[in-house]
């Protein structure tokens, strides 16, 4: 049964800093791509990062380029998501996931609240 548990999300003034972390379970972390997504209050869910299995490969949104980190462990099948000088407008659910074509599934994690706000 895969698990993707959210952690580190908070509310952060402007210009501010959080670290978002990812642990996954229940399925071969090591070779699948993840994603970070999120969701803003009235807005559709959108692609935040990607990183590739290896960790070598990273996308961003044009939103956050600059601005967020991803990254991954994967002896400790975690990911994370760096993210600095933050704006209003990141206020959002962020949400884990990961899609595994090759068994069908597109598998989620519950989400972490990142409010920011002064």
């Known amino acids: 049964q895969v698990q993707l548990v959210e952690s580190g999300g908070g509310l952060v003034q402007p210009g501010g800093s959080l670290r978002l972390s990812c642990a996954a379970s229940g399925f071969t972390f090591r070779i699948y791509a993840m994603n970070w997504y999120r969701q803003g209050p009235g807005r559709e869910r959108e692609l935040v990062a990607f990183?590739?299995?290896?960790?070598?490969?990273?996308k961003y949104a044009d939103s956050v380029k600059g601005r967020f980190i991803i990254s991954r462990d994967n002896a400790k099948t975690t990911m994370y998501l760096q993210m600095n000088s933050l704006k209003p407008e990141d206020t959002a659910v962020y949400y884990c996931n990961v899609r595994r074509d090759d068994v069908g599934r597109n598998d989620w994690g519950q989400g972490t609240q990142v409010t920011v706000s002064s």
């Open positions: 990183i590739s299995s290896n960790g070598v490969i990273k």
